[in-house]
């Protein structure tokens, strides 16, 4: 069976520090796909990161990074110098073909709160 | 450029009383999902579908039904409201299984 596990519930930072985010995920197929969404206190979910089960490159975009260790089964999601606007809901989620089709299944997020 | 539209934003209902939720997208994508989210949790997936005439059972899905007869339409249908059913749902939808989903803006249900 498939699952997604965030550990962390909730995170305080003040402005600046560094955070990181865990994601946990189990699933037995060789081909799958996680994401990155985050839901600002408005409520939309945005889109913030895809990756598939074959390319464990790290990835960095501006202040966010992404570390994805198969060995682990973890996708962790780095903030660097965290700013108020990151405050948010985050959500790890994960996409794998049970029986052909693909369930879209996600974590119960982590809610980062970040100190002015 | 309307994406995924959700219709209504908010609802009371009845205990008892039955609704159906709209959702439509407009980017010719196979897969759509719905998902509630109880307050301060995660996403549950109720229901999917992986094209038109195509649907099967999430993560929660009793006390709900879907239909997909159209590549845009995917309703979601509540039979016989109980209050453990007040959430926000989000109607979303993917090209592939394996690609970014495109979520609506939330149907929020009070049940009482």
């Known amino acids: 069976a498939q699952k997604v596990t965030q550990a962390q519930t909730e995170i305080s930072v003040v402005e600046k520090e560094d955070v990181t985010l865990d994601c946990v995920y189990e699933t037995r197929d060789t081909t799958y796909y996680l994401f990155w969404y985050k839901q600002p206190p408005s409520g939309e979910l945005v889109f913030l990161i895809r990756r598939n089960s074959f390319d464990e490159q790290n990835e960095i975009s501006g202040r966010y990074s992404w570390n994805f260790q198969k060995s682990t089964s973890s996708f962790n999601f780095t903030i660097t110098a965290s700013q108020v606007v990151d405050s948010a809901v985050y959500f790890c989620a994960l996409s794998g073909p049970p029986s052909g089709t693909y369930k879209y299944i996600f974590g119960t997020g982590t809610r980062l709160k970040v100190l002015a | 450029n309307a994406g995924v539209t959700q219709t209504p934003k908010f609802r009371i209902l009845k205990i008892g009383q039955s609704m159906t939720l709209q959702c439509t997208q407009d980017m010719n994508h196979n897969y759509m999902y719905w998902y509630r989210q109880d307050p301060g949790m995660g996403l549950k997936l109720i229901y999917y579908?992986?094209?038109?005439?195509?649907?099967d059972k999430g993560e929660v899905p009793n006390g709900y039904n879907v239909s997909r007869s159209t590549t845009e339409d995917f309703p979601l249908r509540l039979e016989l409201a109980a209050p453990s059913q007040t959430s926000v749902y989000f109607c979303?939808?993917?090209?592939?299984?394996?690609?970014?989903?495109?979520f609506g803006q939330g149907t929020r249900l009070t049940v009482v």
């Open positions: 979303a939808s993917s090209f592939t299984g394996g690609t970014e989903a495109f």
């Open positions: 579908s992986v094209g038109a005439g195509i649907t």
